[in-house]
């Protein structure tokens, strides 16, 4: 057998591995308690029952391949947007995405930059292209615009930009970002991670603040690549979809990398048909809207200081090792995100919100671990 070491480049070898959260299988096979899964920010109303339905259609043309551009979804994401149809490009979930745009815009001498305490993927998907992944200091949880554009230079290509962000649930509204953008040289693209969209939207209508109009940057053919997802607000996770819109000739690049045939035909007819759910997206934002205010306020009853949420997520400090506070969770039955290792808070959890029962089900059992943690010390 080869000494596959020496044939792997550093700077493969050197990467982490994605940690997901928990399944319920795992944890229910590691306890033997009954699990509610609370740390990957899925929908816990399900998927949208449309979406079900017509990818249970789907199935049985499953032994064709799918349409290698998705056209109709496509299109109707670019009516949906006022955008043209060169405006987009539909992947397998953002994930895949972010790749994509590493990979065409980075390389060895290139550097990305983003927030500490982001999203997990992005320094994966920019080393391992051989680029240097850069990161800068939040402010009050917050990217801190001005600190990213203070570390760009002449060979920084890419900034992503989640928000709201993951793991801390924040945002910058869109005033903040058209100062930041205007900033930017005009070799810097932004990455503009927008999965947790609908959910910021809903809150910023509610709270009376103007959030994102980041489609506009794309009408108007700025450096910035728009990503959305359709994991979260309308809960296909596991069917993989989501699309990127920014500039048509940057999107026919990124087609060029994207791989053949990478969004399965079952996808593609769960995404279309989750687009004409409005009942199902206004129970799911409605159900998270309540459920943050009621974890929020348990929290804070119970003297913790919950960072306000926009998503569908909520990022706590727990004063002690998150792991221990993770795996004691895990033997009441909730499985959570601690936040340790790349995603550099370790004492610190996010926590999904879920459906009523089960947001009650983790206050419970928060408090009970956190009280019998403060009466060991
Ligand atoms: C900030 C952020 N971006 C992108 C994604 C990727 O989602 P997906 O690949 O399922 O579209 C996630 C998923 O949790 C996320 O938190």
């Not at 109303?45 to 249970?56: D, N, T, V």
């Amino acid at each position: 057998m080869s000494n596959f070491s020496e044939l792997v480049p550093e700077r493969i070898r050197a990467l982490p591995s994605y940690v997901p959260g928990k399944s319920i299988k795992q944890a229910e096979e590691e306890t033997g308690i009954k699990a509610v899964k609370l740390a990957s920010n899925e929908n816990p109303l399900g998927p949208s029952p449309l979406a079900e339905r017509a990818m249970e259609e789907a199935a049985h043309t499953i032994h064709l391949y799918p349409d290698n551009d998705a056209a109709e979804l496509k299109q109707r994401l670019a009516a949906a947007h006022s955008l043209d149809p060169e405006n987009i490009l539909v992947t397998a979930g953002s994930t895949p995405l972010l790749d994509i745009i590493a990979r065409t815009l980075l390389g060895p001498g290139l550097n990305a930059i983003t927030s500490e305490r982001s999203f997990i993927v992005y320094p994966i998907v920019t080393r391992s292209t051989g680029a240097e992944f850069r990161t800068v200091p939040m402010k009050d949880d917050t990217y801190d615009l001005d600190a990213i554009a203070a570390a760009v230079d002449a060979n920084t290509r890419l900034i992503f930009l989640a928000n709201p962000n993951n793991p801390t649930g924040t945002i910058v509204d869109a005033a903040a970002l058209d100062r930041f953008l205007d900033r930017l040289p005009d070799h810097v693209i932004v990455a503009l991670d927008e999965a947790y969209y609908d959910f910021a939207a809903y809150f910023a209508r509610e709270r009376g603040i103007e959030y994102s109009h980041s489609v506009d940057y794309v009408r108007q053919n700025r450096n910035v690549v728009v990503l959305r997802t359709f994991s979260k607000a309308q809960g296909l996770a596991a069917a993989r979809a989501g699309y990127g819109m920014g500039p048509a000739e940057l999107m026919g690049y990124f087609a060029r990398v994207r791989t053949a045939f990478m969004v399965s035909g079952v996808a593609q007819a769960g995404a279309l048909a989750a687009l004409t759910d409005h009942d199902h997206y206004e129970r799911t934002m409605r159900n998270n809207l309540e459920g943050a205010k009621y974890l929020l306020s348990g929290l804070r009853q119970m003297g913790y200081h919950p960072v306000e949420t926009w998503s569908n997520f909520i990022y706590c400090e727990v004063g002690e090792s998150a792991s221990a506070v993770g795996a004691r969770l895990q033997q009441e039955g909730i499985i959570i995100r601690p936040l340790t290792g790349s995603w550099g808070a370790p004492t610190a959890i996010r926590v999904t919100i879920g459906t009523r029962q089960e947001n009650e089900r983790f206050l419970l059992a928060f408090k009970k671990v956190m009280q019998a943690s403060a009466a060991a010390k």
